[in-house]
């Protein structure tokens, strides 16, 4: 009850406040099922609501479209009732505007189908299991490592994986498009090993399970950056996850040496030991059943599959054969789908429990990740966070409420978050110091004095030179800079000799990115364009961008100092501005260490260069007798020509520049412009291109235009005159009175008429016919059955 209230609260301020808002209904829209979009407000009018500012049909006119689309609207609210959601023409940008606000909300559809995703990790593949022929597709896309942990956005169709070896997370759509490196997981002397991973289309967030530092993180769909370390205590081996975004709590396994299931809000609070196991015991992947509240599990060490109640009651065996490895586990339908190290076949059964079987062909070596997708089950909710304030990271909570949290490095204060620059204290030690750049350092001279104390005080040097003014035990150094990298040694003399410690400092930075500010390409010819980037630890990962919406992802899968964009063929339309972004993870040797996502760029205008094919071109132009004509030269080029000359049909020059005119022409001609184009690439040689238009010029006929003009005028006074003499005609025939006369086409004399019958007598036309009651106008008719 109390969730109910916090959720009403919540979803009526935008009301009470008078803000104009956007909602659906669903919340999140499906291909093919209905759907409502409406835009409300309680000050002023609401006027248009519409997909990317393209018109909605008129549907108060029977419009074409109208069956797609039923629109509804009062002063204050207007609602389009979608009957058959399209992906393609319904997601995107809707724009609602009043007579006093505009705004705009993405709207995104979830496509139809069902289908399994999972990661196989010899192979560096992605597979996708089609439900209904159960045949298995590797997706056509680049790895750069083998994959492990994965899970789907449905309403963006982009899958994240986890590639252990490289360190990183990457995404791309089931295409193999749009791909990227979501976040670098390993940081300074660290390692990574995403093992679990799962997605909340509904908040908009990523978690993952990372063993190698043991911790537990979210990051935001919408800005990879904001990324934060929930849990960093108390975890030994992490591994599956899963979610109840409505419920605002989250499940994960540790198979570590006092297994376990936990439970804790989403954003980490609240947690505590769900469910205690055997010790020893290999708890993986599990799953969770919102409708029925039923949470599901595999051990790989007792090969059971396991399901208790979200209330802890219940639990229970729902298989357990010898010689199997079970590693992941998804709930479809009523089946459960697991894989299996040691067989070749996905496995499914009954939710409930009952036999297993194979499912699909024998494709498989060792599957780790696994997610099912159906487009009949998609969860729907509504965000917690939808009218939160929150600036970097807002995080669900239990009974409907959230927290706002800060990514790694940043820390909550007033509200906002501003970066962390407190002071880090290291010890000196054997392993090696990371401090972040710009952040204050402490160095302890670390070694036991305690039962004597220095006879003098301590000395420091950096790399074998003594630092004068530091004689203390603690080594300063404000805002730390890349020249502070090396190693610092301290001693101090006592009683029983000289203690000798010392530390490798090793600043680490954001990428520092370098680029040509323009280069010039010409047309049809390939652009090799390069980043360069230094930085410390080294970048995980370029994303280049371009203009007019180019996809480039499939350009930058490979990792090292520099990028190179390579287009081949590049076409005029691609010219524009560039942008190489360069990524790295960074974090500081402070416990307990926090990775930090960092993100920079630079950009380069690109320049194509083209100029006409053909060495020849020709026009012509018609003008009237004794006019001026004012020609330009029709080149289109870049850069524009450098120079011009105009000839005359004789071979003489008349002109230098890129108008020519002529004054009082009575005659036809014919002018030639010949022009110098210079193609001066970045890369590559100097092209001079010449170029000749001829431009013939013709004098328009008057004659025959007058000529033309009297044969209409004639035409239009012909066919009056025999639109009156028609008129005359039928009405002397009494058209217009409604009585009609016989026309005697050989006068009166009835003898000589052409219709006269084979003996020679002639008959009135009208003696022969019915009566008409139209004849006699006096005489109104009667039906004969009256």
Request: charged share 20%; hydrophobic share 35%.
């Amino acid at each position: 009850m109390i969730r109910i209230l916090l959720l009403l609260l919540n979803y009526l301020l935008i009301p009470v406040v008078g803000k104009p808002y956007i909602e659906t209904n669903p919340p999140i829209l499906v291909e093919g099922n209905s759907a409502a979009i409406t835009c409300s407000t309680l000050t002023g009018s609401v006027t248009t609501l519409n997909n990317n500012g393209v018109p909605l049909p008129d549907c108060t006119r029977g419009t074409v479209g109208c069956d797609l689309y039923i629109v509804s609207k009062t002063r204050n609210s207007l609602t389009v009732n979608i009957t058959s959601v399209s992906r393609e023409r319904d997601a995107g940008t809707w724009i609602c505007k009043g007579s006093d606000f505009s705004i705009a909300q993405n709207i995104r559809v979830v496509a139809r189908g069902e289908f399994l995703l999972s990661a196989e990790n010899p192979r560096f593949a992605l597979f996708k299991t089609d439900m209904r022929t159960r045949i298995h597709s590797i997706l056509n896309m680049i790895l750069g490592g083998a994959p492990g942990a994965l899970s789907y956005d449905p309403t963006t169709n982009q899958i994240y994986w986890g590639e252990n070896r490289n360190d990183i997370i990457r995404t791309a759509d089931t295409e193999g498009n749009m791909a990227e490196v979501v976040t670098g997981t390993a940081s300074t002397n660290t390692t990574s090993t995403v093992d679990g991973m799962a997605v909340d289309y509904i908040n908009r967030l990523l978690y993952y399970t990372d063993t190698g530092p043991d911790t537990i993180n979210v990051l935001s769909l919408d800005n990879y950056d904001y990324r934060l370390t929930l849990i960093d205590t108390g975890l030994d081996e992490p591994r599956g996850i899963a979610l109840l975004p409505n419920k605002g709590r989250m499940y994960w396994t540790d198979w570590g040496i006092h297994a376990k299931i936990e439970v804790a809000d989403m954003d980490g609070s609240n947690r505590r030991i769900f469910l205690s196991l055997e010790n020893g015991t290999w708890p993986n992947g599990l799953t969770i059943d919102s409708q029925r509240n039923v949470l599901y599990w595999v051990n790989a060490k007792s090969d059971t599959i396991e399901s208790v109640n979200l209330d802890g009651t219940n639990r229970e065996i729902l298989l357990q054969r010898n010689r199997t490895h079970y590693f992941a586990i998804v709930l479809m339908g009523d089946y459960l789908y697991f894989n299996d190290w040691l067989s070749p076949y996905m496995k499914r059964m009954k939710k409930t429990g009952g036999p297993r079987e194979n499912f699909g062909s024998p494709l498989l070596i060792r599957s780790l990740g696994l997610y099912a997708f159906n487009s009949s089950e998609i969860e729907q909710g509504i965000s917690v966070c939808k009218n939160s304030n929150c600036q970097q990271l807002c995080l669900p909570k239990q009974i409907g409420m959230f927290s706002c949290n800060c990514t790694n490095g940043f820390i909550l204060r007033n509200n906002k978050c501003v970066e962390d620059k407190s002071k880090n204290t290291l010890k000196t030690s054997k392993n090696p110091l990371f401090v972040i750049k710009g952040r204050d350092l402490d160095i302890v001279c670390d070694f036991d004095i305690s039962s004597q104390m220095p006879t003098s005080g301590y000395t420091w040097t950096k790399e074998g030179e003594v630092v004068n003014g530091q004689t203390g035990k603690v080594f300063s150094i404000k805002s730390v800079e890349m020249s502070d990298n090396g190693t610092y040694s301290c001693s101090a003399r006592t009683d029983t000799g000289t203690r000798n410690s010392s530390a490798d400092i090793n600043i680490v930075y954001s990428p520092i990115v370098s680029m040509p500010s323009s280069i010039k390409v010409v047309e049809n010819e390939t652009l090799s364009l390069l980043c360069i980037a230094t930085a410390n630890p080294s970048v995980v990962h370029f994303k280049w961008s371009g203009p007019s919406n180019l996809d480039l992802s499939r350009y930058h899968f490979q990792v090292a100092s520099n990028s190179t964009l390579i287009l081949p063929y590049i076409r005029r339309t691609m010219a524009g501005e560039y942008t190489c972004i360069a990524a790295n993870t960074i974090a500081t040797s402070t416990a307990p260490v926090k990775p930090i996502t960092t993100r920079k760029y630079n950009k380069t205008h690109v320049d194509v260069l083209y100029a006409p094919t053909d060495s020849m071109s020709q026009e012509i132009i018609t003008v009237k007798r004794k006019s001026n004509v004012k020609i330009i030269c029709p080149v289109d080029s870049n850069p524009v020509p450098s120079t011009y000359q105009w000839y005359d049909v004789d071979g003489k020059e008349v002109g230098s520049i890129k108008e020519l005119v002529v004054n009082d022409v009575t005659t036809g001609s014919t002018f030639t412009c010949v022009v110098s184009i210079k193609l001066e690439p970045t890369n590559g040689q100097v092209r001079n291109i010449t170029h000749k238009v001829t431009i013939t010029i013709n004098i328009l006929n008057t004659v025959t235009y007058t000529g033309t003009i009297i044969a209409v005028v004639i035409t239009l006074i012909i066919i009056i005159i025999i639109g009156v003499i028609a008129i005359v005609l039928l009405y002397r025939r009494g058209v217009f009175r409604g009585v009609t006369i016989p026309f005697q086409r050989f006068g009166k004399n009835t003898d000589n008429s052409p219709f006269a019958n084979e003996d020679g007598n002639t008959k009135n036309e009208s003696e022969n016919r019915t009566h008409d009651p139209y004849i006699n106008l006096g005489q109104p008719s009667v039906p004969s059955n009256i």
